[in-house]
Nanobody
């Protein structure tokens, strides 16, 4: 049984930073392509950042390029999403997803395992 768990959400002011973490167990991150999705009220669940299974390719949606960074640790167990210069429109529940495919996908249905989500709120 594979479990995905994300953490690190919280409430920050515009311009602030947060670092989200995601752990896949019992497998390692290198077994999966990883995606960070977010879903705001009334909106679709959209891919924010993706990481290929071997870690060689990354994806960022246009709205977060230059502000967000996806990475993984040396042990290949944890994937991170560093979020800087946060904006109110970044407010959403952020989900970590794992896919046994080689590459990330913008389609949520392509992912095999999902975390429960962590709330990120950016407001004054």
């Amino acid at each position: 049984q594979v479990q995905v768990a994300e953490s690190g959400g919280g409430s920050v002011q515009p311009g602030g930073s947060l670092r989200l973490s995601c752990v896949v167990s019992p497998s390692t991150i290198s077994d999966y392509a990883m995606g960070w999705f977010r879903q705001a009220p009334g909106k679709e669940r959209d891919l924010v950042a993706g990481l290929s299974r071997d870690g060689s390719n990354k994806y960022y949606t246009d709205s977060v390029k230059g502000r967000f960074t996806i990475s993984r640790d040396n042990a290949e167990r944890t994937v991170y999403l560093q979020m800087n210069s946060l904006k109110p429109e970044d407010t959403a529940v952020y989900y970590c997803a794992a896919s046994r495919s080689t590459y990330y996908s913008i389609v949520p249905g392509q992912y095999d395992y999902w975390g429960q989500g962590t709330q990120v709120t950016v407001s004054l």
